[in-house]
């Protein structure tokens, strides 16, 4: 119970929830909040699916068709599972990358580092 309070209030839950014993996140920020959380999940590869049912025979089965298809893909490109896994890291912190870049893009910064850079005009 403590890890999640400790969620609620990274998330914007005030100091409260960490000790009181029966915490009060507040109806006017629990909308924000749980924004913020879905908004994360979705930025690290999560998928959010409303008003479905989660049980246990559920999970084992998208856990063991999310291995099923990296081997399906290992096998079929000659590497190994942990390569796939790898290369499916390495693509996703360059998505980052470039998501990152492009805001800086947008905010003139690129443009403002450039100048420094007198032969890359």
Same mark, same amino acid.
């Given at each position: 119970?403590?890890? =999640?309070?400790?969620? +609620?209030?990274?998330?914007?839950?005030?100091?409260?929830?960490?000790?009181?014993?029966?915490?009060?996140?507040?109806?006017?920020?629990?909308?924000?909040?749980?924004?913020?959380?879905? /908004?994360?999940?979705? /930025?690290?590869? %999560?998928?959010?699916? +409303?008003?479905?049912? =989660?049980?246990?025979?559920? +999970?084992?089965?998208?856990?063991?068709? $999310?291995?099923?298809?990296?081997?399906?893909?290992?096998? %079929?490109?000659?590497?190994? =599972?942990?390569? =796939?896994? $790898?290369?499916?890291? $390495?693509?996703? $912190?360059?998505?980052?990358?470039?998501?990152?870049?492009?805001?800086?893009?947008?905010?003139?910064?690129?443009?403002?580092?450039? @100048?420094? +850079?007198? %032969?890359? @005009?």
């Amino acid at each position: 119970m403590q890890r =999640v309070m400790e969620l +609620f209030h990274y998330f914007g839950a005030n100091d409260t929830v960490l000790y009181e014993a029966h915490a009060h996140i507040g109806s006017d920020k629990l909308p924000t909040i749980i924004r913020a959380m879905r /908004e994360c999940i979705i /930025e690290h590869g %999560g998928e959010i699916h +409303f008003y479905t049912c =989660v049980d246990e025979s559920l +999970f084992r089965t998208l856990i063991t068709e $999310q291995l099923a298809r990296q081997q399906r893909i290992a096998a %079929g490109s000659g590497t190994t =599972v942990q390569d =796939v896994n $790898q290369l499916i890291r $390495q693509f996703e $912190q360059a998505k980052d990358m470039m998501k990152r870049m492009t805001s800086q893009m947008k905010g003139g910064r690129a443009q403002r580092m450039m @100048r420094k +850079f007198p %032969g890359m @005009r």
